[in-house]
Every structure is written in structure tokens, then in C-alpha cells.
């Protein structure tokens, strides 16, 4: 989950972009590094335990490119050049996962974070200076719907160390 400020360099680059799907809102910007999906009530507090042993150093994103998913249908924020220990910290989210039956996405990871959904077509001229952020840490997040619309709430964040 990024931090305020990050959020509100994400949600001024969002605010440009024209009609022609539905914007999310700033309050659920996020990068999912592992999708879950329905998580049994009773494996939370092991997950949580088994998220607890990952410790990496804070590391440096830059958020710097945009793209269009068309078969998803989504306008996405990204970044051109992923860090190492990003994907260090993806592979030991799907090692500490494996345990519990989830198993790792067959394609690469790409990190995104959603600024709109449903659209149909590519949005052209959308331009913008990157967006530093510090990368402190990972959460665990539950995908509510409310009044049809999903709500993102974090259920516990782990710090990084270093």
C-alpha cells in the first residue's frame, strides 16, 4: 500500500486521465503482489505468522510508466525498471504461501497499481514525471464490496527491517 504522499502523486496523475471507465478511488490504490483470493478464517493468524519471517531492506520503486491492459481492460501506473528485492519479496510471498495450497501465478510478476477500470481503449496522452516511493514494508489486504463498489482494507502491515 503506498503512503499517503505517494497516493496523492498517484491520485493528481489519475485526476488526468479522461473519461472512459470507472476511476479508482485514491483510498484503494495498491500493488497486490500475491492474489489470495477466499482465505479461510482459520489460516489468517498462520499466514500472518509465516509473513512475520520475511524481512527484506526497505527498497526504492519508481513509478513510471503507464499501460493498458487490453484484455483486462485496465489503465494501470508501473514501473519501467523493478528492483531486485521486490522480486526477492515476491518469491518468499509464494514460498511461505505454498504451505497453506496457494500456488505462485504461472506468468511474471508485474507490478501495476489499477487507476481505472473498464476501458475499452488505449488513453494516448497521459504524461508525467515519475513517482518516488519508499518501500517500507507489505500488508495483508481483504477485497470487501460496498454499495457495489470493492473497498481495500488492510488487516496487517509487516515493516521491513534495515
Not at 45 to 58: F, G, M
Not at 86 to 110: C, H, M, R, W
Not at 118 to 147: A, D, Q, Y
Request: some cysteine.
Amino acid at each position: 500500500m503506498p503512503d499517503d504522499l505517494v497516493r496523492q502523486q498517484i491520485a493528481k496523475i489519475a485526476a488526468q486521465i479522461p473519461a472512459g471507465g470507472q476511476k479508482v478511488k485514491a483510498s484503494n490504490f495498491h500493488a497486490t503482489l500475491v492474489f489470495l483470493g477466499e482465505v479461510p478464517v482459520d489460516q489468517i493468524e498462520a499466514l500472518e505468522q509465516a509473513a512475520k519471517q520475511i524481512n527484506i531492506a526497505p527498497f526504492d520503486l519508481k513509478l513510471d510508466s503507464r499501460e493498458w491492459w487490453k484484455t483486462s481492460e485496465l489503465t494501470c501506473m508501473g514501473s519501467s525498471n523493478i528492483p531486485e528485492q521486490l522480486n526477492v519479496l515476491v518469491s518468499k510471498l509464494n514460498e511461505i504461501l505454498e504451505p497453506f495450497g496457494y500456488s505462485a501465478e504461472q506468468t511474471d510478476f508485474q507490478l501495476h497499481i489499477t487507476l481505472m477500470r473498464g476501458v475499452k481503449k488505449p488513453i494516448n496522452h497521459l504524461s508525467f514525471k515519475h513517482i518516488p516511493w519508499l518501500v517500507r514494508g507489505f500488508s495483508l489486504v481483504e477485497s470487501i464490496v460496498v454499495s457495489g463498489e470493492s473497498e481495500y482494507r488492510v488487516i496487517q502491515t509487516w515493516d521491513f527491517v534495515g
